[in-house]
């Protein structure tokens, strides 16, 4: 008899809730994603420096940051369902924005916004595909894949649309998003969802905060972010800016990257439970280190797209890696979640304002060469996940044998 599947076990309603999840996910993909391939043509429309540039990735950055707070806040209020559809409503007021004007400041607004709408629908369909598939492993797989179907189709969405329009055409790109996210806010509609509370004991307690294994996973977690936050935004304008290859074929690898990605992450989901944690770690976070390195290192554009491939490759494991291997502490602490994504979302915040102005003081190469910096502490805090999990089994160990 064949092994029943999540999906098979779901009534009717629930199915919905799930497709739909799945659908929104993938647009969810597509515009947190779309931004760098805009960047540029957003920058040369309205005459943006790259500080300033920087700044926008930031600011999108610290609205998802944002997004834990409000996600956690509003259906209290709200409830569920209304509470989404809201925070939803953002991304179409931030792409309008970025439509309609150039004011860098009403820009930062936008770009703030998106990231807010971005956030609150990762949290959201995180919790409710974890509580609808009775925490299946292959749904939460599933979804973070679609995610990145989402994501590799963005820079495509870019192309097509500066072919058909020229070089205003990413507006018309914004606008297919804008429509998108209004189908996504029907469907969350039509959701039944329950918004009885659920309350912890232990909701209040920060004792995670003296364990040194949490501040190992949150170092990896801040520098992993340091770096996909500034290989997905910056990608594009640098190998623009540096001559390397078109405004097109960089969108190409910028959707390559996501291709990878999605490789990667599917390849992790499948036979992550083979290996031990910490050597996931040190296999993807070496890999990152040596892609990275041959990317910066040659401008023959064969080797580039190669390397481009084996960065979002080796990246892709890395998130997931590392949210398993202190998932006893998040089941232990219900807060060390949103503090673990808080102090690791701070590197998606600063890195690109750095990576901004030092293109701007020195070039786009430098720029860039700073995020070697963040891989290789990434690379470090990865030997230290490692040393503390062989103590922790030494321990385990002593203790059998006592």
């Not at 070089?167 to 790109?173: E, H, N, T, Y």
């Not at 004792?207 to 294994?213: A, D, G, R």
């Amino acid at each position: 008899m064949a092994k029943e599947t999540f999906y098979s076990r779901l009534d009717k309603q629930e199915r919905y809730i799930l497709l739909c999840c799945f659908f929104v996910f993938a647009v969810n993909g597509l515009y947190g994603m779309i931004l760098g391939s805009m960047l540029p043509l957003i920058s040369d429309e309205y005459g943006l420096s790259n500080t300033v540039s920087g700044t926008l990735l930031s600011a999108h950055s610290l609205g998802n940051l944002t997004a834990g707070f409000l996600a956690g806040i509003l259906p209290v209020y709200l409830g569920r369902k209304k509470a989404i559809i809201f925070l939803c409503s953002f991304v179409v007021v931030g792409f309008a924005i970025m439509i309609m004007t150039g004011n860098p400041v009403l820009l930062i607004l936008g770009f703030l916004f998106t990231g807010i709408s971005r956030g609150s629908i990762s949290n959201f369909n995180n919790s409710v595909v974890n509580e609808v598939s009775d925490s299946s492993p292959a749904a939460l797989s599933f979804l973070h894949s679609i995610f990145a179907v989402g994501a590799l189709s963005a820079p495509f969405l870019v192309i097509f649309s500066t072919r058909l329009f020229g070089l205003s055409g990413w507006k018309v790109a914004a606008g297919i998003i804008i429509v998108l996210a209004l189908v996504s806010m029907v469907l969350f509609s039509r959701m039944k969802l329950s918004d009885s509370a659920v309350k912890n004991k232990n909701a209040t307690s920060y004792t995670f905060l003296k364990l040194k294994s949490f501040w190992v996973g949150a170092g990896i977690l801040f520098f992993y972010l340091c770096a996909e936050a500034c290989i997905n935004g910056w990608m594009v304008k640098y190998f623009v800016d540096s001559n390397l290859m078109t405004t097109e074929y960089a969108q190409v690898l910028a959707s390559l990257l996501w291709v990878a990605m999605l490789a990667g992450r599917l390849l992790t989901a499948f036979y992550g439970d083979f290996f031990k944690k910490g050597t996931l770690l040190l296999l993807t976070c070496s890999g990152t280190t040596v892609f990275y390195l041959l990317l910066l290192s040659t401008t023959n554009v064969r080797l580039i797209t190669f390397a481009i491939f084996g960065v979002g490759f080796s990246m892709a494991g890395i998130y997931p890696t590392i949210i398993a291997a202190v998932g006893k502490t998040l089941q232990t602490y219900p807060m060390a979640l949103g503090t673990l994504l808080v102090i690791g979302g701070l590197g998606s915040i600063i890195m690109p304002m750095v990576t901004g102005a030092l293109s701007d003081a020195f070039g786009i190469f430098a720029g860039m060469s700073a995020v070697i910096v963040a891989i290789l502490f990434l690379l470090g805090f990865a030997g230290s996940y490692i040393l503390e999990e062989i103590k922790s089994e030494k321990r385990a160990e002593e203790a059998k044998e006592i």
